[in-house]
């Protein structure tokens, strides 16, 4: 194949490489009451370092499971990060998205038919942390001038889960 050849792996993405063990906390709304439970994730090198797959479960109070899993991939071109992703959740899977890598941590917004979610994921002093928090696609009418403050993104964030791992 002719062309430049894209780099093997991007540090947003190296130091998440391995199989990790902790808790996710679920913050109350409208799908449940606040909750813990444990939880994993791992991530692996696929394609020749050119990806990164992330699996990720957790067991709810109830006995049912949640799980996702990602594809993360460099961009050669603009040497960042896009990530697609699905959960089983049953919402269909949208186009891939984006990451920013600043200090550290590696952020992605995704807009999905409810709205929009915002992750954040990081490792230091060997602790990995995913945020997730969520924003509604509803127009904001609390009273002021139509999505004020939110860049036509409809309500502001709201936190989801929290997951803080360790490697297993």
């Known amino acids: 194949m002719d062309g430049p050849v894209p780099e093997r792996g991007h540090p947003a993405l190296t130091g998440l490489l391995g199989h990790w063990r902790g ?3 679920v913050a109350p709304g409208p799908w449940g009451p606040e909750r813990t ?3 994993e994730v791992s991530y692996s090198q696929v394609a020749g370092g050119l990806g990164v797959v992330q699996s990720y479960r957790h067991v709810e109070p109830d006995g049912s499971h949640f799980e996702g899993h990602g594809i993360f991939t460099v961009d050669p ?4 990060v896009l990530w697609y992703y699905v959960d089983s959740t049953g919402v269909p899977p949208g186009t891939a ?3 920013t890598w600043r200090n550290g941590i590696l952020r992605v917004e995704r807009l999905g ?3 929009w979610t ?3 994921i990081s490792v230091e002093d060997g602790v990995l942390t995913h945020v997730t928090a969520l924003r509604s696609a509803a127009p904001d009418d609390g009273g002021e001038a139509p999505d004020a403050g939110t860049h036509g993104k409809g309500t502001a964030y709201r936190p989801f889960m929290r997951s803080v791992f ?3």
């Open 23 to 25: 808790r996710t906390q």
């Open 37 to 39: 439970m444990d939880a």
């Open 77 to 80: 071109v603009h040497n960042d």
């Open 97 to 99: 998205a984006r990451c």
């Open 113 to 115: 038919p409810t709205g």
């Open 118 to 120: 915002h992750h954040t």
């Open 166 to 168: 360790r490697r297993a």
